[in-house]
Nanobody, 124 residues
Framework: VQLQASGGGLVQAGGSLRLSCAAS????????VGWFRQAPGKEREFVAA???????YYADSKKGRFTISRDNAKNTVYLQMNSLTPEDTAVYYC???????????????????WGQGTEVTVSS
């Protein structure tokens, strides 16, 4: 499967963005999709994930501000980000895996497929 992340851009603090992760290939609905981000000089960190069942998981600091969802008919997973702060500035990546287990969702090493990243900049 190939992933294409989009929707990043420049936004003021307090604003919102919706990122999209479009996938090619069949059986996308059977994949778990995760969003990760990497800020300059920092390690890549988990943001959110959605299982094929629709179950969602979030990093604690993102709960309430970020929402992950999927539209299997469009082979797309979304990340709605609200109340953005400058600390949310990063390159956001989507990743997918067909067999990842729940306890590994937050670890980037367990995802087999990655998109190219989309840059989000939040100005103060």
């Amino acid at each position: 499967v190939q992933l294409q992340a989009s929707g990043g851009g420049l936004v003021q603090a307090g604003g919102s963005l919706r990122l999209s992760c479009a996938a090619s290939g069949r059986s996308f609905s059977s994949y778990t999709v995760g969003w990760f981000r990497q800020a300059p000089g920092k390690e890549r960190e988990f943001v959110a994930a959605i299982r094929r069942s629709g179950a969602t998981y979030y990093a604690d600091s993102k709960k309430g501000r970020f929402t992950i969802s999927r539209d299997n008919a469009k082979n797309t997973v979304y990340l709605q980000m609200n109340s953005l702060t400058p600390e949310d500035t990063a390159v956001y990546y989507c990743a997918a895996d067909q067999s990842i287990i729940v306890t590994s969702l937050t670890s980037s090493q367990y995802y087999d497929y990655w998109g190219q990243g989309t840059e989000v900049t939040v100005s103060s």
